[in-house]
């Protein structure tokens, strides 16, 4: 049996240790994009989830509160004009956009609660509130969904089936049909201040049904139906036996 020389050791160690460092310093090349990619990400997401906390904890001056920046200039004045008309009928109607809700949180949720903290009465007259009656307008960015919540004082003349109807029907179709913020907003605007002002509700809107184009090509049915093969197989036994039987005649 060979004895290794004591001096082989050291030198198999340091190759030993060599190799580790290198292959330490390869993995923490491949694995360090990939933790400043997750660590870059987690915030971007955290900061975009809304929830009660994030919005202001009274009525903002601004009857509009886009902070989703889903709308232009002209389309916030636009809107921020027929919340104030609300104004005219003793109403405080507010829109408000969001980029995404926070996990388990709905919007309806979300409105609930800020009609609650909204209309919290003042502490100098507890249990009496001098402002108008909320309603608000909630539209999610992210699911293209909206919801529409009012206060207490606004139920016997926006009822609840209006409100959802106004938000899943008049807003939800042209939210989903190209991102329309804009139209959603005015068209249920619009059908919540005809009712207020006594109007006749507008009603959901007309869904476009797909024209019937008329057509000459029977249908599946209509093939089967029909005794178009039948025929078939008597002419080709016509043009087969006609031609034979001249054949025959003449060839006599």
């Not at 400043?36 to 904890?57: E, G, N, Y």
């Not at 002209?74 to 008309?85: D, F, H, N, P, V």
């Not at 004082?153 to 029907?169: I, K």
Request: charged share 20%; aromatic share 4%.
């Amino acid at each position: 049996m060979t004895t290794p020389l004591p001096s082989d050791a050291p030198g198999s160690l340091t190759r030993l240790s060599t190799l580790g460092r290198i292959a330490s310093r390869a993995c923490l090349r491949l694995v360090a994009p990939l933790v400043l990619i997750l660590l870059a990400l987690a915030p971007i997401d955290a900061a975009l989830a809304v929830s009660l906390k994030d919005l202001p904890s009274s009525p903002p001056a601004s009857a509009l509160l886009d902070s989703a920046d889903v709308f232009s200039r002209a389309s916030r004045g636009e809107i921020e004009k027929q919340l104030e008309a609300f104004r005219a009928e003793r109403v405080d109607a507010r829109l408000i956009t969001v980029p995404r809700l926070d996990y388990g949180l709905t919007l309806e949720q979300l409105g609930q609660e800020l009609v609650k903290r909204w209309t919290a009465p003042e502490p100098a007259t507890a249990g009496v509130t001098t402002q108008d009656p909320l309603l608000l307008v909630l539209v999610d960015a992210q699911t293209k969904a909206a919801a529409v919540v009012a206060s207490e004082p606004l139920e016997r003349q926006l009822p609840p089936e209006l409100l959802r109807s106004t938000a899943r029907t008049t807003m939800a179709l042209p939210l989903r049909e190209g991102n329309r913020y804009r139209q959603a907003s005015l068209d249920g605007l619009t059908r919540l201040a005809t009712v207020l002002r006594g109007g006749e509700d507008p009603g959901e809107p007309e869904v476009a049904s797909e024209a019937v184009i008329t057509t000459n090509i029977p249908s599946h049915e209509e093939t089967e139906s029909s005794n178009g093969f039948t025929w078939i197989v008597v002419l080709l036994v016509v043009g087969s036996v006609v031609p034979m039987l001249t054949w025959w005649v003449f060839s006599r």
